[in-house]
Nanobody, 122 residues
């Protein structure tokens, strides 16, 4: 079983940037799809971005052009660079891992982190 631990959340003003990281321990995730999800106050958890082991990426329309997902397989780590943040980005951000894109994309990934809070003030 892989454990995922997110870090990098915090409070930032609108227009600012944050970089989230997610470290996987227990086994390598270099051959798995990694993704980020978020859940805002009173909202359902939603897909943010995903990255294949080969580096191919997918983004939600709401973050396209502002967020960048990347991974360092040697460090078993995935990152989410978030720029031009706005208050609507306020949420708990979760890291996820799975070998199946559809399963991950639909929010049914096999592994999840505990989440890190991102708060964007106006």
């Amino acid at each position: 079983q892989v454990q995922l631990v997110e870090a990098g959340g915090g409070l930032v003003q609108a227009g600012g940037s944050l970089r989230l990281s997610c470290v996987a321990t227990g086994r390598t995730v270099s051959n798995e799809l990694m993704g980020w999800f978020r859940q805002g106050p009173g909202l359902e958890r939603e897909f943010v971005a995903a990255i294949y082991w080969s580096g191919g990426t997918y983004y939600a329309n709401s973050v396209q052009g502002r967020f960048t997902i990347s991974r360092d397989n040697a460090k078993n780590t995935v990152y989410l660079q978030m720029n031009s943040l706005n208050p609507e980005d306020t949420a708990v951000y979760y890291c996820a891992a799975d070998q199946n894109y559809r399963r991950l994309r639909l929010g049914s990934a096999s592994s999840w982190g505990q989440g890190t809070q991102v708060t964007v003030s106006s």
